[in-house]
C-alpha cells in the first residue's frame, strides 16, 4: 500500500498530440479516487503512465515516496483492471489469477491459498477451472479483479472496469469493488465515464478535460462548488440547467425574469473587463411548484410561469420539463458537453429540466407557475467558464454578500 | 472438444440466475458440444444448414472437376505395369508397383532427404519467422518499406532464385563459393542439402513471417498489458501470452510451410538436379514418370506423396486442433 503522487506530469504522443498537460495529484494512501472526464480527455493514458505502460514525457511520478518514471510496469508493483478484463484466454479461472503469483516465484501452496482465498471472497470459487470463454461478461469481470486483488499490490488501476456490463450487473458490482477496496485499503485510481460510479465509489473525484485537471475534491463538493461551467456541467444527472444572463442595472435579465444579485457578485461585475453577459445555472432540484412552497421558503427565491412539456413521474418526484423563452446559453465549455453527452444540451429553444415534488399536480400542456431557489444559483463567465459565485471554494448563489 | 458436459452447464445455468443474467450465456454449452447430441434440428437451423451447403456447392463441383480425375486417373495409373517405353507390356497388376517403391531404397533415401528438409526448414522458417514478424509488427515508422523488403524473396520466381544461388556457388565464377575454403559445394551432398534449405529458407520465411503477423495481430493490446502489470517480463509475455493466444495462426503457418516443403522440387532441381542423393520424393517421381515415362511406378510416387501429404495435414488438423485462424478457439481446446 502506498501513497501516489503526480506532479507536473505530462504525455506527448511522437504524434504531437498532448495527451495529459501537467497535472498535479496526490493520492494518499488507501484513498479510492475516481477520474471522471469525457472521451478522449487523456483519463486512461494518466492511468497508463502510473502503470508504466505508457511513457511519462515530463513531470514526476511517485509511489510511496519513490519516483518510479523510469520503472518497468512490474517493478511498480501495481494491479490493473482493464475495460476488456484481459483474461488470457489459455489459462482456466485459477491460473489466471495464480498468474501474477505465478510470476512472483511463489511457492504452489501458497499459490493455492491466496487464489482459493481470493475466489472465495470474489464468489469463484465453482468456476476455477473454467476457461474464460466459457463465462459470463459478469463473472469475467470478477475473474480480472480476483487477479488484481490475490497479489495484494501497493496500488489498484481501473480502467472503465464496469463499462461492459449490462446497468443491472454494473450496479451490483459497483457494490463488489466498493466493499472489496473499503476491505483492502488499498489505494485504488478508478476511471470511469459513468456519473454515477463516480459520485457513489471513491473519496475524492478528479475531473479532466482535455488533458487537465478541472477540479478534484469529494463527489458533494463537486456537486455543490463546482468551480466552472464544465464541472457543473458534467456533475449531475439530470444536468444543471443553463440560461443566458444580461447584465443590466445591477440585475440580470433572465429567460426566468429579472434576477437580483448580491453585494460580491456586483463587486466582481464592475471591473472593466468584466463580462456584460453570464450564464446562470441551477439544478433541476432547485426549482419546486409554487402552489407547494411555504412563505418562509418563498422569500428566499423566485417564481416565474411557463409551458410544461413533458411530466416524467419517478414516484419518489417529478422530472417536469419547461420550455422558456429567449437566447440559449453558449459556451466552448457546454458545447463540448453536449458533444460528449449526446442530446442533453442540445434541445432547441431553451430547455428547462426541473424535479418537483411528486404531490404537484402538474400536467402535460398547462401553464404552471414554478419557485426556484436563488441561493442555489450560479453564475458563469462565458468566456473562461469560471464560476463567480464561488467564494473561498464555496458557492454563495446569487445574492451572497 | 466439448468441454461443457452436463454437470458444467448445468452449473452455469445455476450461476447465471444467481447473477441475473439468466439464458444469455446458457445456450453456450449446448451449441459448443456441436455434434455429439443427435438433436432434432429446428426449422431454422436447417434451413441454415441448406443454404450453407448451397453456397459451396459450386465451387466444390468445380474443386471435384479439377482435382478428383486426375488423383483417380494416377491411382488407376498406379496399380498398372505401364511404361511407355514398353507399351505393349501393360497390364493391372493390382499394388504390385508399390511392393516396389517401398522396397526400393532410392525411395527410402529420397523420402529420408525430403523430411530432413521439411523439419529443418520448417523450424528455422518458424524461428526466423516469428522474429521477422515481431519487428513487422511492432515497426512504427517505415511501416511499408520495412514490409515491402521483407517480402521480397518471396516475390522472386523460386527457379530465378534458385539459379542466382547456384551460381553464388558455383567454383570461379560465384561470390559464395569460397566462403567454406576451396572445393565445390554444390558437389557434395551434405552442403548441397545445405544450399538447398537455404535457399529454401531464405524465399519462405517471409510468407511464414507473414502468416505470423496475422496471428500478432489476435493478441490483444490490452492482454499484453495486463501481463506487463501482472510482473511479466518481456520473454515471459511472449511465451506463456502471445504464443499461446497466437497458437491457431502458428500450426496454420507451419501446416501450410509444411505441406509446401515436403513437395520441394524447384530448388533441387536447380541446384543439384537430384545428384549425389539429394533428391526428394517430388524428384525421383518426377524423374520416373516424365523422364523415365514409367507411367506406374511414377504414378505410385505420386499416389504416396498425396497420401504422406494428406497424413501430414490430418495430424495437424485432428491431433493439434489447427483451425482457421480467428475461428473461434475455445471450442477446439
Ligand atoms: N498512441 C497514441 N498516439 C497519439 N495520440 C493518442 C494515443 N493514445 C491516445 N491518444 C490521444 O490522447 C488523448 C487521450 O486519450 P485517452 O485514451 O487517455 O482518453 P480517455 O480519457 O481514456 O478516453 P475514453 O474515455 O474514450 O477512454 C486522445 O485525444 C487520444 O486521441
Ligand atoms: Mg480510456
Known amino acids: 500500500m502506498a501513497d501516489i503522487v503526480l506532479d507536473k506530469v505530462s504525455k506527448k504522443f ?20 475516481i477520474l471522471v472526464g469525457p472521451s478522449g480527455c487523456g483519463k486512461s493514458t494518466t492511468l497508463n ?41 489459455n489459462m482456466t479461472v485459477r491460473e489466471n489469477m495464480a498468474f501474477p503469483l505465478r510470476l512472483a516465484k511463489l511457492d504452489k501452496e501458497t499459490i493455492n491459498q491466496k487464489v482459493d482465498e481470493a475466489a472465495k471472497v470474489l464468489e469463484l470459487t465453482a468456476l476455477l477451472d473454467r476457461k474464460p470463454a466459457n463465462l459470463s461478461g459478469g463473472q469475467r469481470q470478477r475473474v480480472a479483479m480476483g487477479r488484481a486483488i490475490v497479489r495484494q499490490p501497493k496500488a489498484f488501476l481501473m480502467d472503465e472496469p464496469l463499462s461492459n456490463l449490462d446497468a443491472k450487473l454494473r450496479v451490483q458490482m459497483r457494490t463488489v469493488v466498493s466493499r472489496l477496496q473499503k476491505q483492502l485499503g488499498t489505494t485504488t485510481v478508478y476511471v470511469t465515464h459513468d456519473q454515477t460510479e463516480a459520485m457513489t465509489l471513491g473519496d475524492r ?50 429567460a426566468l425574469g429579472d434576477v437580483p444579485i448580491g453585494e460580491r457578485v456586483r463587486r466582481e461585475l464592475e471591473g472593466a473587463d468584466a463580462p456584460r453577459e453570464l450564464i446562470l445555472g441551477i439544478r433541476p432540484e432547485h426549482f419546486e411548484d409554487a402552489e407547494l412552497i411555504d412563505d418562509e ?15 416524467e413521474s419517478m414516484g419518489s418526484d417529478k422530472y417536469v420539463y419547461f420550455t422558456v ?35 404537484s399536480p402538474v400536467a402535460e400542456g398547462q401553464n404552471r407557475r414554478v419557485w426556484f431557489n436563488l441561493e442555489k444559483i450560479h453564475l458563469f463567465d462565458p468566456t473562461n467558464g469560471r464560476n463567480l459565485t464561488l467564494h473561498e471554494g464555496r458557492a454563495a448563489g446569487a445574492l451572497g454578500d | 472438444m466439448s468441454v461443457n458436459a452436463t454437470p458444467a452447464g448445468a452449473d452455469v445455468a445455476a450461476d447465471e440466475t444467481a447473477t441475473g443474467t439468466a439464458g444469455r450465456h446458457a445456450a453456450v454449452p449446448a451449441q459448443r458440444s456441436g455434434r455429439a447430441p443427435k438433436t432434432p434440428l429446428s426449422e431454422n437451423k436447417r434451413a441454415e444448414r441448406k443454404l450453407g451447403w448451397l453456397l459451396c456447392a459450386p465451387a466444390a463441383l468445380v474443386m471435384l472437376l479439377v482435382t478428383a480425375y486426375p488423383i483417380l486417373y494416377s491411382i488407376w495409373l498406379s496399380l498398372q505395369r505401364f511404361d511407355l517405353r514398353f507399351p505393349a507390356e501393360r497390364e493391372f497388376i493390382g499394388l504390385e508397383n508399390y511392393v516396389t517403391v517401398l522396397t526400393n531404397e532410392f525411395w527410402w533415401t529420397a523420402f529420408g532427404v525430403t523430411m530432413l528438409i521439411t523439419v529443418v526448414t520448417v523450424a528455422v522458417e518458424l524461428v526466423l519467422g516469428m522474429g521477422l514478424a515481431l519487428i513487422m509488427h511492432r515497426t512504427l515508422v517505415g511501416r511499408g518499406i520495412v514490409r515491402t523488403a521483407a517480402l521480397i524473396p518471396y516475390g522472386i520466381v523460386t527457379v530465378v532464385a534458385a539459379f542466382s544461388w547456384r551460381y553464388a556457388w558455383t567454383p570461379g565464377t560465384g561470390y559464395l563459393a569460397n566462403v567454406f575454403g576451396e572445393g565445390a559445394p554444390l558437389t557434395e551432398r551434405a552442403s548441397s542439402l545445405a544450399i538447398v534449405m537455404l535457399a529454401e529458407i531464405w524465399k519462405t520465411t517471409p510468407f511464414m513471417a507473414l502468416l505470423l503477423m496475422a496471428g500478432l495481430a489476435l493478441v490483444p493490446e490490452d492482454l499484453l498489458k495486463a501481463a506487463s502489470t501482472d510482473g511479466a517480463t518481456a520473454w515471459q509475455r511472449f511465451t506463456k501470452v502471445m504464443l499461446p493466444v497466437m497458437k491457431p495462426a502458428i500450426l496454420v503457418a507451419l501446416l501450410f510451410r509444411t505441406l509446401d516443403a515436403f513437395r520441394v522440387f524447384d530448388n533441387i532441381y536447380v541446384l543439384t538436379a537430384g545428384a549425389n542423393e539429394t533428391s526428394s520424393v517430388s524428384m525421383i517421381a518426377y524423374n520416373n514418370l516424365i523422364r523415365g515415362l514409367n507411367l506406374g511406378i511414377g504414378s505410385t510416387m505420386s499416389v504416396l506423396i498425396f497420401l504422406t501429404v494428406a497424413i501430414i495435414a490430418f495430424v495437424f488438423v485432428k491431433l493439434f486442433g489447427t483451425a482457421a485462424p480467428g475461428s473461434d478457439d475455445g471450442e477446439r481446446r
Open chain 1, 325 to 359: 423563452e429567449g437566447e440559449r446559453a453558449s459556451a466552448a465549455e457546454l458545447e463540448e458537453l453536449a458533444a460528449d453527452a449526446g442530446a442533453d444540451f442540445s434541445g432547441g429553444g431553451s430547455n428547462l429540466v426541473t424535479r418537483l415534488s411528486a404531490e
Open chain 1, 49 to 89: 503512465m502510473i502503470a508504466g505502460l505508457e511513457d511519462i514525457s515530463s513531470g514526476e511520478l511517485r509511489i510511496a515516496g519513490e519516483k518510479v518514471n523510469d520503472k518497468a510496469p512490474r517493478e511498480r508493483d501495481i494491479a490493473m483492471v482493464f475495460q476488456s478484463y484481459a483474461l488470457y484466454p
Open chain 1, 297 to 311: 421558503t418563498r422569500r428566499r427565491g423566485m417564481e416565474f410561469d411557463a409551458p410544461v412539456e413533458i411530466v
Open chain 1, 14 to 33: 511522437p504524434d504531437g498530440t498532448v495527451a495529459v498537460a501537467e497535472v498535479d495529484l496526490e493520492i494518499a494512501d488507501g484513498e479510492f479516487v
Open chain 1, 205 to 254: 473525484v478528479v475531473i479532466m478535460r482535455g488533458g487537465a485537471i478541472q477540479q478534484v475534491g469529494p463527489p458533494q463538493e463537486l456537486y455543490d462548488h463546482p468551480r466552472n461551467l464544465f464541472v457543473a456541467g458534467f456533475i449531475g444527472s439530470p444536468s444543471m440547467n443553463f440560461l443566458h444572463a444580461a447584465v443590466e442595472d445591477g440585475k440580470l435579465k433572465t
